[in-house]
């Protein structure tokens, strides 16, 4: 029995095998006949949008044409047009130049007309001009001497204040030198000249001194009137609340004045014995500015 259906089998397996074989083979050739199919079926697509494209190029080159027809019969219209025109223009400067002409001639003929009429005018002309001249020679001779008069009257009166300018200025520089003499008078110091003041020494305590801080603000109504009290400080009225040290600031603000320099000095005199603190005095020397 075994033997038997082991001979059977072989047939059935065989025959399993065929059919699937055969199946595949259609399988195959139903994709490759729809690929054939689809193939086909671009390949027309493509044939149709090119013949697509091909007419729709054929209708611009017809609308392209009929355009260039269009400028082509505008051109024409144009050259007519300009044709036209410039045959108008020459026509015009023709007639303008046969009006020129017309004119140059009448202009010509008023011209003749007109220079007889001219030289009568000038020789009447030139003989009013001469008696004017005769009789403006006289005014105008008249009228320099009257601007010279003036001119000469204004110089004198500006040489006249010139002169009370320098004597002011004179009186003024007099006045100044006379304060600032009296202002070291009052420091006890013989001077009659500006030129003794220079290498004068002064103690810086002789000029915090009362009395003599007294006597020297005293001079500051006098001064203002020399001096410009908005230039210096000391000539304030309330120098002597803001200041420290009023006298000094006055004495060294008019020595500047003067083109004189009140420079500080201190001068050691030793030591202490009993503390051995050095003993120092303080000193202004009178010295002439350098420029």
Do not use: W
């Not at 190029?57 to 025109?85: M, V």
């Amino acid at each position: 029995m075994e033997k038997f259906l082991s001979i059977e089998e072989k047939p059935i397996k065989t025959n399993i095998l065929e059919l699937i074989n055969k199946k595949e083979l259609r399988d195959k050739t139903e994709k490759t006949e729809e690929k054939n199919e689809a193939t086909e079926a671009t390949e027309v697509s493509k044939a149709t949008e090119a013949i697509e494209a091909k007419t729709e190029a054929t209708e611009a080159i017809e609308a392209k044409t009929e355009a260039i027809e269009a400028k082509t019969e505008a051109i024409e219209a144009k050259t007519e047009a300009k044709t036209d025109a410039t045959e108008a223009k020459t026509e015009a400067t023709e007639a303008k130049t046969e009006a020129k002409t017309e004119a140059i001639e009448a202009k010509t003929e008023a011209i003749e007309v007109s220079e007889a009429t001219v030289s009568k005018a000038t020789e009447a002309k030139t003989e009013a001009t001469v008696s004017k001249a005769t009789v403006s020679e006289a005014t105008v001779s008249k009228a320099t001497e009257a601007k010279k008069n003036k001119l000469l009257d204004q110089e004198m009166e500006n040489l006249e204040k010139d002169f009370k300018k320098i004597d002011n200025r004179k009186i003024k520089k007099t006045k100044k030198e006379e304060l600032l003499l009296r202002i070291f008078k009052i420091l006890n110091y013989d001077v009659n000249q500006l030129e003794e003041l220079t290498s004068i020494t002064i103690q810086r305590d002789l000029l915090k001194g009362k009395k003599i801080t007294e006597k020297i603000l005293e001079l500051v109504s006098e001064l203002r009137e020399v001096y410009n009290s908005a230039y210096l400080t000391c000539l304030h009225d309330n120098s002597i609340y803001k200041q420290k040290f009023p006298v000094i600031n006055l004495i060294r603000q008019i020595l500047k004045c003067n083109f004189l320099l009140m420079t500080p000095k201190v001068v050691s005199n030793g030591y202490e014995k009993v503390t051995g603190k050095k003993i120092v005095t303080r000193i202004f020397v009178i010295e002439k500015e350098l420029f």
